[in-house]
């Protein structure tokens, strides 16, 4: 199973939105609900912020949001603060026996 | 609050084998699913292997698959993962991760990794 396709690279000013997007196929991302998204600061665990595409964790902000079109699924950051400035991948169910993680991005505040 | 602790890590040689501990609290574990995930240097992450809540399944990524077994102690609120015949390519920060009873792909809760080195 190949790595689901993120942008290596994501940027935006503080205030500005940011979307990222976690393409797979109809093996994965396609054919399943369950797609999760989750950041990660240098040095910490991955905390996650988005489960089964749109829905978000207990705490999270709701400046983030998930949507899912064909065998793309896409995060949104909105109204970017400092502390988003870290590494965000997406991971998908893949049928029985099977999980993908994403190639990952690197989200740049200006 | 919950908390999952890797221990077990550290150089073996090729061939040989090693058995990764994720001792875990803050929650009930045997009502959550578990995964191992683990991180090449240098490289994405990659799923390893999925214990459902009671234990009943066990799945396995291909590279793992008859070298690898997953297990937990409800008792112990512990997860396990026995490795055998090592290879240089299992050279990896392993993590455990926390899921869904039946392993619905939410990966809720990370430990810090352990690192595993395959090496002569």
């Known amino acids: 199973q190949s790595a689901l396709t993120q942008p290596p690279s994501a940027s935006g000013s503080p205030g500005q939105s940011v979307t990222i997007s976690c393409t797979g196929t109809s093996s994965d991302v396609g054919g399943y609900k369950y797609v999760s998204w989750h950041r990660q600061h240098p040095g910490e665990a991955p905390k996650l912020i988005i489960y089964e595409v749109n829905k978000r964790p207990s705490g999270v902000p709701d400046r983030f949001s998930g949507s899912k079109s064909g065998n793309t699924a896409s995060l949104t950051v909105s109204g970017l603060q400092a502390e988003d400035e870290a590494h965000y991948f997406c991971?998908?169910?893949?049928?029985?026996?099977?999980?993908?993680f994403g190639t990952g991005t690197k989200v740049t505040v200006l | 609050q919950v908390q999952l602790v890797e221990s077990g890590g550290g150089v073996v040689q090729p061939g040989r084998s090693l058995r990764l501990s994720c001792a875990t609290s803050?929650?009930?574990?045997?009502?959550?699913?578990f995964h191992w995930v683990r991180q090449a240097p240098g490289k994405g992450l990659e799923w390893v292997a999925v214990i459902w809540y009671d234990g009943s399944y066990e799945y396995y990524a291909e590279s793992a698959k008859g070298r690898f077994t997953i297990s937990r102690d409800n008792f112990k609120n512990t997860l396990y993962l026995q490795m055998n015949s090592l290879r240089a390519e299992d050279t990896a920060v392993y993590y455990c991760?926390?899921?869904?009873?039946?392993?619905?792909?939410?990966?809720?809760?990370w430990g810090q990794g352990t690192l595993v080195t395959v090496s002569s």
């Open positions: 991760v926390r899921d869904t009873a039946a392993g619905a792909a939410y990966f809720d809760y």
């Open positions: 803050g929650f009930t574990f045997s009502n959550y699913g």
């Open positions: 991971v998908s169910y893949a049928g029985p026996s099977n999980y993908v």
